[in-house]
T-cell receptor, first 119, second 112 residues
Framework: DAGITQSPRHKVTETGTPVTLRCHQTENHRYMYWYRQDPGHGLRLIHYSYGVKDTDKGEVSDGYSVSRSKTEDFLLTLESATSSQTSVYFC??????????????????FGPGTRLTVL | QQQVKQSPQSLIVQKGGISIINCAYENTAFDYFPWYQQFPGKGPALLIAIRPDVSEKKEGRFTISFNKSAKQFSLHIMDSQPGDSATYFCAASKKGYSTLTFGKGTMLLVSP
């Protein structure tokens, strides 16, 4: 499972409240990602990080912010949650393959997900 | 703009049959095409991947067929089993980039 944990695993909150989701990895990988998964939309990239304090926006970044102050932790914050942010959130890390024909490309490993409900 | 189009949305196959899921892309800069498998309540996991310099890659019962000129690739699951019932996502990334663009997913049900 590439040593990825997400917390909390489930959360119910109210519209307008701030919410922070945590992704923790134990294997010192450089790249980390936050996705949301919604029926009919598949997986959409929210933000990603390519190092401590280095982050960039993904496809659906509006309403979300991220921080990475340590290699092992990547935080996703909803400053003021809305019902449209009800979703399952997945964290992923990118690990280079050490050998084989795909050695130039990185395989992404996903965490177990956080189910967020905004009422 | 949907950069990776996946079809069908759902698929029912009898045990022992062949499951086929198709994806099409438009961006010719894509050069890495993985397939992910996701079981309910779990995160997606890499199943098999291909680069465009080969037309086919096989791993056990799973095969990726790749048509560079048509900008299409597909996943074939031979001898489909009930344990293969899951959601499958195709994805693509550009050389030198770590981010993946995913298709919308196909929910596969293999009936016993």
């Amino acid at each position: 499972d590439a040593g990825i944990t997400q917390s909390p695993r489930h959360k119910v909150t109210e519209t307008g409240t701030p919410v922070t989701l945590r992704c923790h990895q134990t294997e010192n990988h450089r790249y980390m990602y936050w996705y949301r998964q919604d029926p009919g939309h598949g997986l959409r990239l929210i933000h990603y990080s390519y190092g401590v304090k280095d982050t960039d926006k993904g496809e659906v970044s509006d309403g979300y912010s991220v921080s990475r102050s340590k290699t092992e932790d990547f935080l996703l914050t909803l400053e003021s949650a809305t019902s449209s942010q009800t979703s399952v959130y997945f964290c992923a890390i990118s690990a280079p393959r050490l050998a084989g024909e795909l050695s130039s490309y990185n395989e992404q490993f996903f965490g177990p997900g956080t189910r967020l409900t905004v009422l | 703009q949907q950069q990776v189009k996946q079809s069908p949305q759902s698929l029912i196959v009898q045990k022992g049959g062949i499951s086929i899921i198709n994806c099409a892309y438009e961006n010719t800069a894509f050069d890495y095409f993985p397939w992910y498998q996701q079981f309910p309540g779990k995160g997606p996991a890499l199943l098999i991947a291909i680069r465009p310099d080969v037309s086919e890659k096989k791993e056990g019962r799973f095969t990726i067929s790749f048509n560079k000129s048509a900008k299409q690739f597909s996943l074939h699951i031979m001898d489909s089993q009930p344990g293969d019932s899951a959601t499958y996502f195709c994805a693509a990334s550009k050389k030198g980039y770590s981010t993946l663009t995913f298709g919308k997913g196909t929910m596969l049900l293999v009936s016993p």
